[in-house]
Structures are given as structure tokens and as C-alpha cells.
């Protein structure tokens, strides 16, 4: 028998992260408190700037945080009540709660059982004389087939929002999440892979008009001081955590390098336990930045307690798609969401982050294999 071992590593480290870069993350911190321009700060319209340059797209628009984004960019399209809006059930739930709180109704189409994004076919057959966005989720932080869904909506006179917020830094073809459709969203949350040290989010777009209605929507529906011409939010992202953005860009792209040599490492490890245990699949004309670096297994739950036991922490990323939970189960009565319903119980995240050392891996995958070799010699 294994000893229960002491905790050996977190499912996110943002300890290590801040080590690194602690010169940086506190000068720019000092900053502001002595600026003390905590509301739109110069500091929001550096990380717009640079995040703009990094993405490629011709506008960035910080927010609140990547739901408030969400709400901004539905909100900057007019989606009303009674509209639909095509997107997966197999997401955060804050994907299609921002389409439901505008009125509106999600509309679930069925995810691949390899990638866990949305499948693609399958959203031509559910657009209806309502449909008026596609809103497809970079999941696990890899875009989904965006010049197949780019090609439908254009058929059809449909824009397409990016849910990035999983994705900030992936590739697809060689361009940028957040920089593939008509508007992309992303998250700063902590654990994302462009983190803050709280609450923060970013809108992407090309177009000028979009850019100009989700800057008023921002704060609240204002175009100049007091006079206010569409209903907003207050949905300003602080100054201080766009100058912990700011900092934290410093080793970004050793980050995203590290991020997808530790998730290719875990798909190397891992391969020979096929069937049993598979990987997510990255297609070959993109990256995933591995939010999640997540694993698919019949016998998901005997193996997250046999980790916990060793003090290896996993999550579920996500256990009970949308169209399951009470407060969605109404919009998705009589679609075919079959391959979210599997994947649900058998999906398992594993601690993913920069600063994972390769002992730590190492040791992570040997109790994934001793496990299985366990079960098989019963
Ligand atoms: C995290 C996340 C969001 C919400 O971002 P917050 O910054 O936590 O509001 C939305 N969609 C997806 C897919 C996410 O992973």
C-alpha cells in the first residue's frame, strides 16, 4: 500500500508565478498607489494598448472581469429578448447565463468527443429565423474550428463572439485567440492563463462601431460626462489589476511556452494508457494554451480519490453541462447533447501551470499509471 503522501504540488501555483516576477508586480502596484488614479487609470489604456499589439486585433476594451465581457459584447450587438444565441452546454456557465440574462435563449449544440469544443457541423442545422449571434468557447484554452464557424455565420449575416477566456495566448493558423471573430472575450481571473490578482476581462474587436458602443456599454452607456445614450454597466476594469496584467506580460511568452511543453509532456506520458485513459486532441493548426490540461476516463471518479490520497489535486472541468443545470434545463429540451452528457462524467482536470516542475509531473503521472496498473491486476 501507498502511504498517503504529504501535498505534493496545487492544481494552480500563482505563489511561484509571484516569486518570479515580484520586482515587477509590486513596482507596478507602488505605481498606481502614488498615481492614485484607481478608476481608468494610465494604466487601462497601456494594457489596452498592448494587448491590442499582442492579439493583433485593432481594438482591446478592458472590463470587470470575461463575464462581464460576455455581457458587453451581447449587449454591444443588441441581442434582446426572444433572440438565439448558438453556443455549447459543455462551458462555464457563465457563457450562456449572459445570453439568458439579456432575455435571450441559448441554443445547445453537441461538442466533439476529441477536442470538447463545439462541433462545428452541427451549427448550421440549428440556426433559425431568431438566431442572431454564434458564440463558440475556446475550451480548455484551444479555439475552436473558427474558420468553419466563421463561414456559416458570414452565410447566414451572423457575428461571432470568441468566449477566449479560457484561450488568451493560443494560436489558431497562426493568429491570435481573442482575434478570430467579429468580438472575442477573454478572463483575467487569477487561475486563467493571463491572470490578475482579482477580477478582470478584455474585449477584442476590429471593428470601429463595436469598439465605440462596448467602450460606452463599459460605463454606463456614457458618451460624454453625464449624458448617456444606451443602457450600460459599470463594468471598468481597476487600474491596479491591469497594472498586475501589465507586470505579469513580462514572462508571458515563456509562460505560454512552458504551458504547452508541460501539456504536451502529460499527452507524451499518458499515451500508452489509450483506450483507457485518453488526452484532449489539439488539432494541428493550432494551440492550446492548456487552461485546463484535462484527461477523458470511464473510471473518472475511483481516480480522482486515488490522486487525492496522494495529495494530487484534480478538478472537474465541468461535471454537469448546461442544459442539466435547473436554471438552464428549459432551453435545452429536445436537442441531442449526447457527447456533452458522456464527457461530463468522464472528463478530470490535472495540475497545469508554468512553474509545474518536471518532477512534479513525473510523480503525477506515475500515480495515474499505478492506479490503472492496480485496477487491471484485480
Ligand atoms: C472563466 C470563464 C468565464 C468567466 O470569466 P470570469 O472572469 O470568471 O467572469 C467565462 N467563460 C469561460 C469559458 C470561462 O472559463
Not at 113 to 134: F, L
Not at 182 to 192: A, N, V
Not at 221 to 245: F, K, N, P
Amino acid at each position: 500500500m501507498n502511504e498517503p503522501t504529504s501535498f505534493i504540488t496545487e492544481f494552480v501555483d500563482l505563489k511561484a508565478q509571484y516569486a518570479a516576477l515580484k520586482e515587477s508586480i509590486d513596482a507596478r502596484i507602488a505605481q498606481v498607489l502614488r498615481h492614485g488614479q484607481f478608476i481608468m487609470g494610465p494604466e487601462v489604456r497601456e494594457l489596452e494598448e498592448r494587448l491590442a499589439a499582442y492579439t493583433g486585433a485593432k481594438h482591446c476594451v478592458t472590463c470587470a472581469s470575461g463575464t462581464e465581457a460576455l455581457l458587453i459584447a451581447l449587449m454591444a450587438l443588441e441581442i434582446k429578448p426572444g433572440d438565439e444565441v448558438i453556443t455549447t452546454p459543455f462551458t462555464f456557465v457563465a457563457t450562456a447565463e449572459m445570453i439568458a440574462l439579456l432575455g435571450a435563449k441559448p441554443v445547445f449544440v453537441d461538442i466533439e468527443p476529441d477536442t470538447c469544443n463545439i462541433d462545428s457541423s452541427r451549427i448550421e442545422p440549428a440556426i433559425t429565423s431568431r438566431t442572431r449571434a454564434i458564440l463558440p468557447v475556446s475550451l480548455y484554452g484551444q479555439p475552436a474550428d473558427m474558420d468553419e464557424i466563421n463561414g456559416i455565420a458570414a452565410r447566414h449575416g451572423l457575428p461571432v463572439i470568441e468566449d477566449a477566456a479560457q484561450s488568451f495566448g493560443a494560436t489558431y493558423k497562426g493568429r491570435k485567440s481573442c482575434n478570430l471573430s467579429t468580438i472575442g472575450c477573454t478572463s483575467f481571473y487569477p487561475s486563467k492563463p493571463l491572470g490578475c490578482y482579482g477580477d478582470g476581462g478584455a474585449l477584442f474587436t476590429n471593428d470601429d462601431a463595436l469598439a465605440g458602443a462596448m467602450r460606452e456599454i463599459r460605463v454606463h452607456g456614457e458618451s460624454d460626462r453625464y449624458h448617456h445614450r444606451r443602457i450600460g454597466v459599470g463594468g471598468r476594469m481597476d487600474t491596479l489589476q491591469c497594472a498586475v496584467v501589465l507586470a505579469k506580460l513580462e514572462r508571458f511568452e515563456w509562460e505560454i511556452d512552458e504551458r504547452i511543453r508541460i501539456g504536451r509532456g502529460y499527452d507524451a506520458l499518458l499515451a500508452e494508457l489509450a483506450p483507457t485513459l485518453k488526452t484532449v486532441a489539439v488539432r494541428p493548426d493550432r494551440s492550446s494554451v492548456y487552461a485546463q490540461y484535462t484527461i477523458i476516463t470511464d473510471a473518472r471518479d475511483p481516480l480522482q480519490t486515488a490522486l487525492r490520497a496522494q495529495g494530487i489535486p484534480t478538478a472537474i472541468h465541468y461535471p454537469v453541462p448546461l442544459h442539466w443545470q435547473r436554471a438552464y434545463r428549459s432551453y435545452g429540451e429536445g436537442a441531442e447533447l449526447s457527447v456533452s452528457q458522456t464527457l461530463a462524467a468522464r472528463v478530470i482536470s490535472l495540475p497545469m501551470y508554468p512553474d509545474l516542475h518536471e518532477g512534479t509531473q513525473n510523480s503525477i503521472v506515475t500515480a495515474i499509471k499505478s492506479h490503472f496498473a492496480a485496477g487491471a491486476a484485480q
